[in-house]
C-alpha cells in the first residue's frame, strides 16, 4: 500500500531565507507525486507534480520539487520564503499504473514564514 | 477559484440525520473526487467517479453514498449522522481521471454534528 511522510508538522522560516518542507513516500512501481497548499478556511490549491523526466519540478508562486527516486522523497522548496506562504503543504502520492489506486496525502506541514 | 463549487458552505445537523453535500466540477472535467479532511485522520479519500460510473473507492463507510449525475454533478450522502462525522468535506474534479492528473479542490462543506 502507498504511504506519504511528511516527518514536520510544522516549519519555521523568516521571511527571505530559503523553505524546504520535506516528503518521502512508498509506493509499489512508478510514482505521481503532488504538492498542494492550503490556506486557511480555503480547499487545497495545486502547487507542482513529478510525472517523468527532469527531477527539478518547477511550480506555481516559485515553488519547485526535487524528486530523489533511491530515497524517495520529494522535497518541496523555495529559495525566498514570503510571509504569504504561510499556509498549511500537503505532499501527495498516485502509483503509475493502476487507475484503481487513488491519491494518498500526507498529514501535512505547517509553513509559518516570520517577518 | 479552482471552478470547482459546493454547497452548502455550512451544514449543521443533528445526530442520526442523513444530509446531501452537492459539488459542480470544472467545466469539461469528468471526474470528481470526494475527500473528508478532520483534525484527527487528515485528508482521506472516499471516492471516485468518472463520467457517471464508480472508478475507486476509499475509507468510505457504508452510511456514506455518491453518485453523479448525466450533467457531472456529484452528490455525497451522509446518513445516520454521528459526532464522529463532523469534518470538511471536499470535492475536487479532473479531466479524466488519469494518474497524472492533478485534482482541482472545491472550497468544502464544513458539517457540524452536534
Known amino acids: 500500500a502507498q504511504s506519504v511522510a511528511q516527518p514536520e508538522d510544522q516549519v519555521n522560516v523568516a521571511e527571505g531565507n530559503p523553505l524546504t518542507v520535506k516528503c518521502t513516500y512508498s509506493v509499489s512501481g512508478n510514482p505521481y507525486l503532488f504538492w498542494y497548499v492550503q490556506y486557511p478556511n480555503r480547499g487545497l490549491q495545486f502547487l507542482l507534480k513529478?510525472?517523468?523526466?527532469?527531477?527539478l519540478v518547477k511550480g506555481s508562486y516559485g515553488f519547485e520539487a526535487e524528486f530523489n527516486k533511491s530515497q524517495t522523497s520529494f522535497h518541496l522548496k523555495k529559495p525566498s520564503a514570503l510571509v504569504s506562504d504561510s499556509a498549511l503543504y500537503f505532499c501527495a502520492v498516485r502509483p503509475f499504473e493502476n487507475y484503481g489506486q487513488n491519491f494518498v496525502f500526507g498529514p501535512g506541514t505547517r509553513l509559518s514564514v516570520l517577518p | 477559484d479552482s471552478g470547482v463549487t459546493q454547497t452548502p458552505k455550512h451544514l449543521i445537523t443533528a445526530t442520526g440525520q442523513r444530509v446531501t453535500l452537492r459539488c459542480s466540477p470544472r467545466s469539461g472535467d469528468l471526474s470528481v473526487y470526494w475527500y473528508q479532511q478532520s483534525l484527527d485522520q487528515g485528508l482521506q479519500f472516499l471516492i471516485q467517479y468518472y463520467n457517471g460510473e464508480e472508478r475507486a473507492k476509499g475509507n468510505i463507510l457504508e452510511r456514506f453514498s455518491a453518485q453523479q449525475f448525466p450533467d457531472l454533478h456529484s452528490e455525497l450522502n451522509l446518513s445516520s449522522l454521528e459526532l464522529g462525522d463532523s469534518a470538511l468535506y471536499f470535492c475536487a474534479s479532473s479531466g479524466s481521471g488519469a494518474p497524472g492528473n492533478e485534482q482541482f479542490f472545491g472550497p468544502g462543506t464544513r458539517l457540524t454534528v452536534l
Open positions: 513529478y510525472i517523468t523526466g527532469d527531477n
